[in-house]
């Protein structure tokens, strides 16, 4: 495995090139067996990792079997979201565990927030190079 991982900014709008660039990593998540490869936005301001409903139903997930209510705040106050935890694995890394809020709002990415994303990974912005890199905890507790 990989001691750490550097991956590009994506672009978001080609008209604004690199002023719409965003650190998105690709990410496999897993739960019971079911897949889903998406892009996650690092968002080191968000304290809650959040996973779109849509992304949740591809996973197999069941809103109603779901039962810890979680409480978004900002653009998503308006909508439910439940506590869900899936297997992620990003780049070449071992996979891990991560804690998501689901919410029913299918508008918004998905979030590596500050819970429980930056608990796992060391994360290194390089903005002006458009680039961000990963670096896996270790196991020892030690950085």
Known sequence: ??????????????????????????????????????????DSGAALSVLPYDVGVQLGAIWAEQPISIQLVGNLADFDARAILVSATIGQFASVRLAFAWTRNNQVPVILGQVNFFMEFDVCFF????????????SNGNY
Do not use: C, W
């Open 1 to 42: 495995m990989p001691e750490d991982q550097r991956f590009p900014y994506v672009e978001i709008d080609s008209s604004l090139g690199a002023a719409s660039a965003l650190p998105y990593a690709p990410i496999t998540l897993e739960l019971d067996g079911n897949t889903a490869d998406v892009s996650a936005l690092v």
């Open 127 to 138: 903005r002006s190079q458009l680039a961000f890199e990963l670096k896996p905890k270790q």
